[in-house]
């Protein structure tokens, strides 16, 4: 099955920092999408990319389906940024399944 | 409602006894999905559900496990004669149809088996 990659896996920053987490993916995808999952378990949808780039305030995602890979970026890292990131894939031609990567956990420190 | 609803939110039973699930999707996703988190393994799918039909049940652990849905709208995930190494916490999703579509999740069951 699909092989899902996520780097660091761990990553503390100072507020206001800016980081890149990536993600990468070893078949084609028909839908990618990145999660935070908050200190108290809730997983939420950041952005559904597949392909192309998306803002939404301090976050951004960009991802090159042709090169297998994803990038999120956080700008001016706030305390509640911090939490699990997953990137999660389905791939073409199979079902609609997710296959999570095994996160990278960041913790911003005030 | 407005999003995915799951219940119940924590449970804990003892080894052996069966236990029931609820997901209660958000109002006309067709599509809905069935996860387990836990330390060890992650975040694994479960089943998937188009309307009242499972398409792909190749995530169910054991033939303990079983899930259905009614309606086109709640499903029930079962585990029968539950074992420890079925503590975890279970996720239920919702997307508007199978296909190019954002998966949305619900807050989960923590399940715990003593």
């Known amino acids: 099955g699909i092989q899902v990659e996520q780097s660091p896996p761990d990553l503390i920053l100072q507020e206001g920092a800016n980081s890149t987490l990536r993600c990468n993916f070893s078949?084609?995808?028909?839908?990618l999408q990145w999660f935070h999952q908050n200190p108290w378990g809730q997983l939420i949808n950041l952005f559904y990319?597949?392909?192309g780039t998306k803002q939404n305030g301090r976050l951004s995602a960009t991802t090159v389906a042709t090169e297998r890979y994803s990038l999120l970026y956080i700008s001016s890292s706030q305390t509640t940024d911090s939490g699990v990131y997953f990137c999660?894939?389905?791939?073409?031609?199979?079902?609609?399944?997710?296959?999570f990567g095994k996160g990278t956990k960041l913790t911003v420190n005030p | 409602g407005a999003g995915v609803s799951q219940s119940p939110s924590n449970k804990v039973t003892e080894k052996g006894k069966d236990v029931e699930l609820r997901c209660d999707p958000i109002?006309?996703?067709?599509?809905l999905y069935w996860y387990r988190q836990s330390l060890g393994q992650g975040l694994e799918f479960l089943i998937y559900?188009?309307?009242?039909?499972?398409?792909?049940k190749s995530g169910l652990p054991s033939d303990r496990f079983s899930a259905e849905r009614t309606g086109g709208s709640v499903s029930t995930l079962t585990i029968q004669r539950t074992q420890q190494e079925d503590s975890a916490v279970y996720l239920c999703?919702?997307?508007?149809?199978?296909?190019?579509?954002?998966?949305?999740f619900g807050d989960g069951t923590r399940l715990s088996i003593l």
């Open positions: 999660a894939v389905s791939t073409q031609g199979g079902s609609e399944k997710l296959v």
């Open positions: 559900f188009q309307g009242n039909s499972a398409p792909d």
């Open positions: 109002s006309g996703h067709t599509a």
């Open positions: 078949d084609s995808v028909n839908n």
């Open positions: 990319i597949p392909s």
């Open positions: 999703a919702s997307s508007l149809d199978s296909y190019y579509q954002p998966q949305h």
